[in-house]
């Protein structure tokens, strides 16, 4: 209790210190008080999210309620998040890239897997038919179309 209310303090000085600017304090609660890394990428969500209302009662009623510092933790985690470019976040686990990674050494990206036309899988395993009138129908039809269309235009041995 006494540990909570310490940091409650601390807390609303950071808070006091952010609404002037002091970016220094605001670094030194950051990394003591909260256990965060120094530096912009939590300096931001920690200076806005102590700037919001976790600590309204305070104004209102004099104290601060008991799971304000909690509310305040998970305000500068979601911010966080939402100031975190999407090439940086995770999704089940794995890091997600932007479509200019290259993928393999001929300079195939990940723009030219999505784009539309035929899959590049193909035309490096070269499973697609060499004539071009043919490529021609083939880009117009649906993956799936494309794909059944594919198998009947290809023999078993050849992929």
Wanted: hydrophobic share 45%; net charge neutral.
């Amino acid at each position: 209790m006494a540990r909570e209310a310490r940091l409650a303090a601390r807390a609303v000085e950071a808070r006091n210190e952010a609404a002037l600017g002091n970016t220094e304090l605001i670094e030194k609660f950051m990394a003591v008080d909260l256990g965060l890394w120094r530096g912009a990428r939590w300096q931001e969500p920690v200076s806005t999210a102590l700037l919001g209302d976790w600590a309204s009662t305070l104004y209102t009623h004099g104290t601060i309620r008991r799971g304000a510092l909690s509310r305040l933790m998970r305000e500068v985690s979601e911010i966080h998040r939402q100031l975190t470019p999407l090439w940086r976040r995770r999704c089940a686990g794995e890091r997600l890239l932007s479509l200019d990674v290259p993928v393999l050494e001929n300079g195939l990206t990940l723009a030219d897997l999505v784009a539309g036309g035929p899959d590049p899988a193909d035309i490096l395993a070269g499973v697609l038919p060499g004539d071009p009138r043919v490529l021609a129908v083939l880009e117009q039809m649906l993956p799936i179309e494309r794909a059944g269309r594919r198998a009947r235009l290809v023999p078993f041995g050849d992929v």
